[in-house]
């Protein structure tokens, strides 16, 4: 992850994680960034934030009229390699479908 500020250049790396990505690289440009503390700051936000993104998903549910956006829930799917795991709720698409007389709910997941 690249930073670039108002005169200040700074890089970030997600070392466990390079190898998968091989050649990619992110870069944010912001001109407000004017110190390398802050560029920094941004550089960690943003490996963070795509931390998360990679360990989320979707899973579809019956429907749950209590599931709110950003609860956390817990998911065992051991099959799914996610026995236990915690994920927070990002989306919640519900979906009545009439030949069958039957609501799904489809829940887009981020990590915690």
Not at 64 to 73: A, E, K, S, T, Y
Request: net charge negative; proline share 3%.
């Amino acid at each position: 992850m690249q930073v670039y500020g108002d005169g200040v250049v700074t890089e970030d790396w997600d070392w466990e994680r390079i190898a998968l990505v091989h050649d990619r690289l992110a870069q944010a440009s912001d001109v407000n960034l004017d110190s390398t503390a802050e560029a920094h700051q941004r550089g960690e936000a943003v490996l963070i934030e795509a931390q998360r993104s990679a360990t989320g998903g979707h899973i579809v549910v019956p429907m749950n009229c209590g599931q709110d956006l950003f609860d956390v829930i817990d998911i065992d799917c051991p099959q799914a390699g996610m026995d236990g795991a915690k994920r927070r709720v990002i989306s919640a698409t519900r979906l009545w479908i009439p030949q069958e007389s039957r609501y799904t709910l489809t829940i887009g997941l981020e990590a915690v």
